[in-house]
């Protein structure tokens, strides 16, 4: 098999993650965009390992990190995720904004340090049941 | 089938990291409960014998886990070097990362912050920027990137059921995995064109003309992303400010410090260990970067009110700064200089935000709220004042315009004219907030002070002293500062 066949397809599944990244808003659809970024990068690896013959197997064995570290990163990740639900009460990137650059900032950054500390004060029960 | 010799006295300094670590974590899950200290005592254990172990390093330069030559043009390759850079690396990386783990002991003292899992996180975090200093192949690259990366996310988003740390953690992540693809890309690309992993091999194949000039060029950028995130380097400084003022202020410490060092680490590696023929191509690149990054990062700073991301983009200009040598070409005079600034910076920063960090805790958010700090409380003032100096490059921070001069010459010295006058522009801008801030240390009538006039100590919010972790470490640093101020010499040991 030609080297451009895998090379193609991973550059797509590259490009199809990195959209998903940018356009989507919800967390956890962007966590799957990574995880096709990391995926396409796997093909790409494994491909050149086998077009090389790589007596060493560097591209398989990277291979093998990627899985690994994707795997970690998803876990944590979602993690991340939970925890922003259970602050929020949703997961949408865009409506983040608390911690926002604001002009003339001072009394803003308290004002919101202030609904920090009764945000966190308040009940993680009642916060856990309600849907997003 | 050969077995592998491993050189155990070289990897010994991040193995007594994450056997400090292991033990950290085991021991607060089964110790009794009253036992706050312990997970911190046990780190800085760690962290002092790692340093006792690299320091019997330092004799000659070690390497491990190579690959054995295979004909003339396959020379051998180590994946593991330790030499001085790897060493100067370390003692930075080493030194900060036991200061934060003290300047984060109040807030574990205060129970903020889950001990065990705190000081897990760090070590865990600070074993893989020890890893990336000494890597010479991608993969060991690439995974000691990681290493460092995923723990300091934990670390962001640690305090239990706070708005803005889940926010920081979330943004903090995704920015980073998604520069983490592209490294991973660039990785992908390198190892196609040339057919390997290891710097010297790559450096060969490159030399020599043997791999696919365009590709190799693309790749070399994409890699370059992940550690630039790191560094914090414009474009990819976005999410420094927002992290910063989410995260707790030791931690916000640790990623101004520790894992910029280990990002200018691997960004030094691989320019100069696996692209040094392509100096003609990367020099104008980080110069360019450079610039951009310093300017950015001081335009930002002046408009800011809040202490921490007034810190915060001050960090980004510094970055800039800390970029100027390499721009320079890399040299081992120019790294000299970056190391000796990196290590002027790690110091007093450490220095910032620790008083930062003690005063923060009684309430005071802004630069308004610090005014007549070395009136009210004159150690903490003083020290405070110091390590702004130092860091604008003003006399009496004697240590701050020794670092900067250094650098300033490594611009010269290579002929990056243009960036010498960005450079000298910059300081100057930076002067105006800098000084902004020392002078409402330092005058002498409180307006509407949180710390002058404390609310009475009962109340939430009310003047707390600060606790005895987090005054050494101020003392500590700021001796440091003074006594390197009057003696600079040691701050260029690793220069030739």
Redesign the interface.
């Known amino acids: 098999m030609p080297l451009l066949f895998p090379l193609v397809l991973s550059a797509l599944l590259?490009g199809i993650?990195?959209y998903v990244?940018m356009a989507r808003r919800h967390?956890v659809l962007?966590l799957m965009g990574?995880e096709l970024?990391?995926n396409?990068?796997n093909l790409?690896?494994v491909?050149?390992d086998a077009?090389?013959h790589?007596a060493?197997d560097?591209?398989q064995?990277?291979a093998l990190?990627?899985i690994a570290?994707a795997a970690?990163?998803i876990g944590?990740?979602l993690?991340?995720?939970l925890?922003?639900f259970?602050?929020?009460q949703h997961i949408n990137?865009d409506a983040?904004r608390?911690?926002?650059?604001r002009d003339?900032?001072?009394r803003a950054?308290?004002e919101?340090?202030k609904?920090?500390d009764r945000?966190?004060g308040?009940s993680?029960d009642r916060v856990a049941v309600t849907p997003p | 089938m050969t077995t592998q010799v491993i050189d155990w006295w070289a990897i010994a300094p991040p193995l007594c990291l994450v056997a400090a670590a292991i033990t950290a974590l085991l021991v607060d899950a089964f110790a009794p409960r009253g036992s706050r200290a312990l997970p911190c005592a046990i780190s800085l254990v760690g962290v002092l014998a790692a340093l006792l172990a690299s320091a019997a390093l330092s004799s000659h330069s070690r390497a491990t886990f190579c690959?054995p030559a295979s004909g003339i043009e396959q020379p051998v390759n180590c994946s593991w070097v330790i030499d001085d850079v790897t060493l100067a690396w370390w003692l930075i990386i080493l030194v900060s990362t036991g200061l934060i783990g003290m300047l984060l002991q109040p807030s574990v003292h205060r129970g903020e912050l889950p001990g065990g899992e705190l000081y897990f996180l760090l070590l865990s975090s600070a074993t893989g920027a020890l890893c990336l200093a000494a890597a010479r192949d991608?993969?060991t690259l690439?995974?000691a990137l990681?290493t460092l990366s995923?723990p300091s996310?934990?670390l962001v988003?640690l305090r239990r059921?706070?708005?803005?740390g889940?926010?920081?953690?979330?943004?903090f992540?995704?920015v980073s995995?998604?520069a983490?693809?592209f490294t991973?890309?660039g990785?992908?690309?390198v190892?196609?064109a040339t057919?390997?992993?290891a710097a010297g091999r790559i450096a060969t194949s490159v030399a020599t003309g043997a791999a696919v000039e365009p590709v190799i060029a693309v790749g070399m950028v994409l890699t370059l992303v992940g550690f630039g995130f790191k560094v914090a380097v414009v474009p990819f400084q976005v999410w420094v400010?927002?992290t910063y003022?989410?995260a707790p202020i030791g931690v916000a410490a640790y990623l101004s410090v520790v894992s910029k060092a280990a990002g200018l680490a691997g960004l030094v590696i691989v320019l100069v260990r696996f692209f040094s023929p392509y100096v003609d191509l990367w020099s104008p690149m980080v110069a360019v970067a450079a610039a951009l990054t310093m300017t950015l990062g001081n335009l930002a700073a002046l408009r800011?009110?809040?202490v921490v991301?007034l810190l915060a983009w001050s960090s980004v200009a510094q970055a800039g700064y800390l970029l100027v040598p390499l721009a320079a070409g890399g040299s081992e005079a120019d790294i000299g200089a970056m190391q000796a600034y990196a290590l002027m910076y790690a110091i007093v920063n450490v220095s910032a935000f620790a008083v930062v960090g003690a005063v923060s805790a009684w309430g005071a958010?802004?630069v308004?709220d610090f005014r007549g700090l070395v009136r009210t409380r004159p150690w903490l003032g003083l020290a405070l004042t110091f390590a702004l100096l130092c860091l604008a490059g003003l006399p009496p921070g004697i240590v701050g315009l020794v670092a900067k001069v250094a650098i300033f010459r490594s611009a010269v010295e290579g002929e990056l004219t243009w960036l010498a006058v960005v450079l000298a522009i910059n300081v100057a801008l930076g002067l105006v907030y800098y000084l902004r801030f020392v002078a409402a240390l330092l005058t002498p009538a409180p307006v509407r002070a949180a710390v002058a006039e404390p609310p009475a100590s009962g109340q939430p919010g009310g003047q707390r002293e600060p606790h005895g972790a987090e005054l050494f470490v101020v003392i500590v640093t700021f001796i440091a500062a003074a006594v390197l101020s009057i003696f600079p010499g040691p701050l260029f040991f690793v220069l030739p």
């Open positions: 590259f993650g990195t990244v967390a962007v990574v970024m990391l396409a990068v790409n690896l491909a050149f077009w090389w790589d060493l560097s591209g064995v990277l990190f990627v570290i970690a990163e944590l990740g993690a991340i995720v925890l922003v259970r602050t929020h990137v983040m608390e911690l926002a650059d003339g900032g001072q950054d308290q919101a340090s609904h920090t945000g966190a308040s993680p | 690959l991608l993969i690439l995974v990681e995923l996310f934990a988003g059921r706070n708005r803005r889940a926010e920081a953690a979330l943004k992540f995704i995995v998604v983490t693809a991973l890309l990785i992908s690309m190892y196609g057919g390997s992993v400010p927002d003022v989410g800011q009110s809040h991301r958010v802004t308004d």
